[in-house]
C-alpha cells in the first residue's frame, strides 16, 4: 500500500464497465482519504496489490484492508436500517464512506443527525436502485411482461458509455470512457445530494416548527397544520408520524393542512389523504360544499372569501388565510 503522503490509487477492473464502480469511485474522490485519487482500471491481482483500495474486483469484501467487491460466492451484505438490497460496489462504498460524503458535500459536522437522515435518504432514493441492477434484483417480484422497456436510467446511460463492438477497445480508449461515467454518475448523485440537502430537509424542518406553532397559535389538538409558505409536506407528514424520535407529530392526528397558495396570492385548505399516493383523505371537506365555487360557495358555507371546494373535497380555496382557517376549522365540526 502507498504512503497517505502521496496521492492514494482506487483500483477497479478493466474492460466493460457498469455504474456501480463507476459510482463508487467517484464517491471515494469525495473522501478526505482517497480525494482526487489516481485509477488503475485491472484484474491482474498483482496490480491491483498495489492499490490503496479495490472496488467491484477480486472477489473479496473487508472493510479493514479497503477491498470491496460484491461477486463472490456467499455475499449477502446489505445496508441494513430496514434495507435488505444485496449491495453492490457502490452500495458498498456508500455503507462505509457515504456518510462522509454527505457531510464534506453539506459542510455538517459528521455526527450531526442531519447527515444520518440524508444517507439514508439517498441510499433509498438513488444508490439501492444502482445495487438491485447491478446484482440482477428485479424490481416487481412478478412473471407479468412489461409493456415497455425503459432504457433511460442511470445504470443504462453508463452502459451506454461503453465502445460499440465495432469500435476501439484499447485500454487508453476505455479508461478515458470510465472517467465520462463516472463523472455522470457522480454528478447526478451530487445534484440529488443537493436537492435533498437543500430543499428537502429545510421541509422537513420547516414541517415540524410549523406543527409547533400551529398547536400554540391555531389548533391545539394539532389536527390543523398552518404553512406560512407553500412547500412539500406530505412526504414529510407521513414519515414523521411513523418516527418515534418525533414525539409533536402524531399518526393519524392532522386532518387539514393550510397554505398559501403559491401564484395566486390566495390560500389553501387541503385534506391529508389516508397515504402519500392515495386519493381519499382522512376527513374530505363537507360534502354539502363540494362543487360550489366563489359566491355560492361563500352563501353555503358562510364563510366570506370562499373561491372553490373540489368535487372530491380533498381541496379547497379561499381569498384569505382567515377564510381558509375558518374552512379547516369547520369541516373538523360536520
Sequence with gaps: MSSMNFIQVIGTHNGTF?????????MLRQTSTYRDGALKRSR??????????????????????QLFDH??????????????????????????????????R???????????????????????AIDGIDNGITQYPTDIKAKYSSRTDLSSRVGALNPWWNQSTDSQTVDGLFEKASQLTGQEFLGKLDYYANAWLPARDLLIQSVATSKA???PTGKIIVFEQFLPWKEHLF??????????????????????DETAGNWRVQAVPLSPAS??????LPEAWRGLRDEEL??????????????????????????????AQSGLNM
Design 239 to 260: 414519515e414523521l408520524e411513523a418516527d418515534p424520535s418525533v414525539p409533536a407529530i402524531e399518526p393519524n392526528q392532522a386532518i387539514y393542512v393550510v397554505y398559501p
Design 18 to 26: 457498469h455504474c456501480d464502480e463507476a459510482l463508487a469511485v467517484f
Design 44 to 65: 491482474d491481482p498483482t496490480i491491483l496489490g498495489t492499490c490503496d483500495i479495490v472496488v467491484d474486483v477480486g472477489a473479496v469484501y473487508d472493510e479493514p484492508k
Design 106 to 128: 453539506t459542510q455538517l459536522p459528521l455526527g450531526d443527525p442531519k447527515v444520518n437522515v440524508l444517507w439514508l435518504k439517498m441510499y433509498k432514493e438513488f444508490v439501492e
Design 279 to 284: 386519493f381519499e383523505s382522512r376527513k374530505a
Design 298 to 327: 361563500s352563501k353555503v358555507s358562510g364563510i366570506d372569501g370562499g373561491i372553490f371546494i373540489h368535487a372530491s373535497g380533498f381541496i379547497g380555496g379561499n381569498e384569505t388565510k382567515v377564510g381558509a382557517l375558518k374552512i
Design 217 to 219: 397559535d391555531h389548533d
Design 71 to 104: 461477486h463472490q460466492r456467499g455475499f449477502t451484505e446489505v445496508l441494513g436500517h430496514g434495507f435488505d438490497t444485496k449491495l453492490s460496489s457502490a452500495g458498498l462504498v456508500y455503507k462505509h464512506f457515504g456518510q462522509e460524503v454527505i457531510a464534506n
